[in-house]
């Protein structure tokens, strides 16, 4: 009688429901649009939940970890997805900092059989099981033909661009807008560049413009990459007067709105769905999990 009840306790644990550990790497939380994917994420992850539960499914334990801005934060995301991939979690999702930083990482994953998920861009080197990301070529390139017919033609439209080349997303961004001023046969040039995501670095480089380029016409037009480092070269800009240059921008961020319907500079913002590329980050992961196809 013991062993036929140690052999059923054996059998009904092997068929128990089990709990996924998901790491989750998120990049930054003074970033509007990216606090918007981790909500996206987290209440997704919430509503799976609930219905495993209702229905005796597996759950998901999400482990969240925040990398943080700049060169720090790309070394802090390395070490993070290195310790998750020690952990033997069941998933790693990451919205990465850097294209080719977390190559050595993803390829420790792919040896340790953990499957990932990036999402907004990608990881060069290594299998990643899923990318998932919004337009961004097109987001660039509705600026681009915004700036081409914004101003009169014959005019070399002199543009100042707030980059950050270390990751796709805004790298497609860029090539977008130039690829637009260039089917419009608009003459134009980059009289500088500088790099900037999120508020601080926005900061520091709207004084920087502003000390380069002190006099009123020195510059037509600013494209920065997202509203994460935007918004702040605006605030900088509207501050001192500089009401003359036009400003286009990427992520839909309400306040960058209110700039467009206030006249600060803001004249076009090409808006993503940021709460949704969490959610389906984490629906195909579970997916992934539970092997469906």
């Not at 987290?42 to 943080?68: D, F, H, M, R, Y």
């Not at 953990?114 to 299998?127: F, N, T």
Request: aromatic share 8%; net charge positive.
């Amino acid at each position: 009688m013991k062993l036929v009840f140690a052999i059923l306790l054996f059998v009904l644990n092997s068929y128990a429901k089990k709990q996924f550990n998901v790491g989750v790497l998120y990049w930054s939380m003074n970033i509007e649009g990216q606090v918007a994917m981790r909500h996206g994420l987290e209440s997704q992850a919430a509503l799976l939940n609930k219905s495993a539960k209702s229905s005796g499914a597996s759950t998901i334990k999400i482990i969240p970890l925040v990398a943080g801005d700049g060169e720090e934060g790309i070394k802090n995301q390395v070490q993070q997805f290195e310790t998750l991939v020690t952990q033997r979690v069941d998933l790693i999702i990451v919205q990465p900092t850097d294209n080719a930083a977390l190559s050595g990482a993803l390829k420790k994953a792919n040896k340790a059989k953990i499957p990932v998920i990036a999402y907004d861009q990608y990881i060069i080197g290594g299998k990643l099981d899923s990318f998932i990301t919004s337009n961004n070529y097109q987001a660039g390139h509705m600026a681009g033909e915004y700036l081409a017919k914004k101003f009169k033609s014959g005019r070399k439209i002199k543009l100042v661009l707030v980059q950050y080349p270390k990751v796709s997303s805004t790298i497609d961004r860029v090539d977008g807008l130039f690829d637009a001023l260039k089917k419009h046969k608009r003459s134009y040039e980059i009289i500088t560049t500088y790099e900037a995501v999120e508020p601080k670095a926005g900061r520091e480089v709207g004084q920087k413009i502003l000390n380069s380029f002190p006099k009123k016409g020195s510059i037509d037009a600013i494209f920065t990459i997202n509203d994460g480092g935007g918004l702040s070269v605006v605030e900088e800009l509207v501050k001192a007067g500089r009401r003359e240059i036009i400003h286009a921008t990427v992520d839909g961020d309400p306040n960058s709105i209110e700039n467009i319907k206030a006249g600060n500079l803001t004249v076009i913002n090409s808006a993503q769905f940021c709460a949704e590329l969490g959610r389906q980050a984490i629906i195909q992961g579970y997916d992934l999990l539970n092997k469906k196809e």
